[in-house]
């Protein structure tokens, strides 16, 4: 109380209220305006400046040149002017591949945890937090060196080769590793815990007396799977695969080191414009795709997600 | 009916086992053949040897021929250096940062503070390669040299997040009939913060914290591409020698750490479920 300013003069009704009022804005500038600020500099400046390089032009020896220069999107997207950039379809159908791999890092991550989510929710509370534990810890630990893991593991002197050759089973090697399956294998250990956390949690909410109630009243398990368990737990397997397919597009390190040169994903092409072909417009522009599709994600998750809590407090 | 039952019950349990088998076996693995004694091929086991940690850890240089690799145990200590820098220096400035928003944004009522909550999310959500670039075409532009400063102000912009939601997951789940009461009671707000707020928000803080501390040690992506050409983080060390090819030390060193993080880990989880 002693910040107040106007405790010494005479009471007015209404002061008091309003220094407050202006104490709890000066708190609050404090406590939000640094970092606001920080914010605003060093995250959305940059993305503005992403945004405004990919519609510039490439510059000589890597630099970039203030003029309006749509041919980026166009080489991408096919509608380039052959008189500045040639369009070629590769772009597009790394994209695809790119799509493609996240969408099946997707499924796999969550074949991996669902019937797993099931079983540990239903497990006694010490277990249950064991179990919750074991899942968080690799995401807490190197995710480069969990890579390592698994090229070691796969490659052709690995350790699978090795026992598959000492057995007697295989003459030489299998190419396991650099291929786009090693790939999916990569990213779904490493974004196991993504996918799992969001499952669980709506495994867990799961009300088993609507199960219950729908096996007595003669539905088969199956159709109680389809019917109530599966649309029950649509939101978690909804936030779940968001948070996998976003970092799961972009991703240059799992490609890097279980895809090699064989098998090239968005971020690696990304990645190459800014350090190898040095044309940072184009790869801004690249940039540019991975983000639009992840602003689209979300806002289909928000706006869906919004929808059904609405469909479910008009069903109350 | 009860034997259906039973086997669908056992058949989950053993589709966890299978489960929890495929994320921690390959740690098992590596743990395991970090003390193969065999030079060349790493999977064939060959007989027990510390030679690859003594190796990293400098007790012994260029025993056997692929001590060579790694040029100089200078290097890596100056990797670890540097992350461990870095690490400090973007937990302390996110840990700050991040519990005054998440105060600003829960114990206070502005206009506008829905969306600013959720403008918060957006730099976790960020794909790590469109920040990275972002980052680096900014600094680039702005004439700040790359290296230890850019990395720190990178990292701390999603860092904030993580530590944001942390804290204000706390902030929300907390008891405000204290705060109530230490006000009727006479405290001001400052007494109150500090004596009441504080101390219920501080394993909040620790956690974040923790959690900030490791996701910088691990950054690869974004401290990837604002680094320059001077600076070598620990996982881009990592990073570029298994882009040359892979020798036992490797090994070693990613079993230290692995057991480094899971000792941070286990703390900060620990910490975290005490608050509960």
Same mark, same amino acid.
């Given at each position: 109380m002693t910040l107040l300013p106007c405790t010494s003069s005479v009471p007015m009704p209404g002061v008091r209220e309003m220094s407050i009022a202006s104490r709890r804005r000066f708190q609050l500038a404090v406590l939000l305006g640094p970092v606001s600020a920080f914010l605003a500099v060093f995250f959305l400046g940059p993305l503005a400046i992403m945004v405004v390089t990919s519609l510039l032009a490439p510059g000589l020896y890597g630099g970039v040149e203030w003029t309006f220069y749509p041919h980026n999107f166009g080489r991408i997207l096919g509608f380039a002017d052959p008189m500045f950039e040639e369009f070629d379809p590769i772009y597009i159908a790394i994209f695809l591949r790119s799509v493609e791999i996240a969408a099946l890092t997707v499924l796999a991550t969550l074949l991996v945890c669902y019937p797993a989510a099931f079983c540990i929710a239903r497990l006694s509370e010490r277990w249950k937090n064991f179990c919750l534990f074991l899942i968080t810890l690799p995401f807490f630990t190197s995710l480069i060196v969990r890579l390592f893991v698994w090229v070691l593991i796969l490659r052709q002197t690995g350790l699978v080769n090795e026992m598959l050759l000492s057995t007697g089973l295989i003459e030489r090697p299998l190419?396991? /590793?650099?291929t786009r399956g090693a790939i999916i294998l990569g990213m779904t250990y490493v974004f196991i815990p993504f996918m799992f956390m969001p499952v669980y949690a709506s495994v867990e909410k799961l009300d088993w007396t609507l199960v219950r109630a729908s096996l007595d009243l003669g539905a088969g398990p199956l159709r109680t799977f389809w019917r109530i368990i599966l649309p029950l737990t649509a939101p978690g397997i909804a936030g779940g695969a968001v948070i996998v397919f976003i970092p799961a597009l972009g991703n240059f390190v799992v490609p890097a080191v279980? &895809? &090699?040169?064989?098998v090239m994903m968005f971020g690696n092409l990304i990645e190459q414009q800014f350090l190898a072909a040095r044309n940072w417009p184009f790869g801004a522009a690249l940039a540019m795709m991975v983000m639009t599709v992840m602003l689209i994600m979300m806002i289909a998750h928000v706006v869906l997600s919004g929808r059904r809590s609405a469909a479910a407090a008009l069903a109350r | 009916m009860k034997i259906a039952r039973t086997l669908f019950t056992g058949s989950l349990l053993a589709y966890t086992g299978l489960f929890f088998a495929f994320i921690y076996i390959p740690l098992v693995v590596i743990a395991v053949y970090s003390f193969n004694a065999n030079p060349v091929n790493m999977m064939t086991w060959t007989g027990f040897t510390t030679e690859w940690y003594a190796q990293v850890l400098g007790?012994?240089?260029?025993?056997? +021929?692929?001590?060579?690799? /790694? +040029?100089?145990t200078g290097q890596l200590l100056q990797a670890v250096w540097n992350s461990l820098m870095i690490a400090a220096s973007t937990t302390a400035i996110a840990t700050i940062f991040g519990t005054a928003i998440a105060i600003g944004l829960y114990r206070f009522e502005f206009v506008g503070q829905r969306f600013y909550r959720v403008v918060m999310f957006m730099p976790m959500l960020m794909p790590d390669i469109v920040l990275g670039i972002a980052l680096l075409i900014f600094f680039v532009n702005s004439g700040i040299r790359l290296g230890l400063t850019t990395i720190i102000i990178g990292q701390c912009t999603f860092l904030i997040s993580y530590v944001f939601i942390v804290v204000s997951a706390r902030l929300a789940g907390m008891d405000r009939t204290l705060e109530h009461a230490s006000a009727d009671l006479g405290a001001n707000e400052w007494m109150t913060f500090r004596r009441v707020v504080l101390p219920q928000l501080f394993p909040a803080i620790v956690g974040g914290a923790l959690l900030a501390f490791i996701i910088s040690m691990d950054d690869l992506v974004i401290t990837y591409f604002i680094a320059g050409v001077d600076v070598t983080t620990l996982p881009m060390f990592i990073f570029s020698m298994l882009r040359r090819g892979i020798k036992p030390e490797i090994n070693a060193i990613a079993v230290m750490m692995l057991s480094f993080s899971f000792v941070v880990a286990s703390l900060g989880l620990y910490l975290r479920s005490r608050q509960k």
């Open positions: 190419d396991l /590793i650099y279980l &895809g &090699g040169a064989k | 007790f012994k240089t260029k025993v056997s +021929e692929s001590a060579l690799y /790694i +040029e100089s």
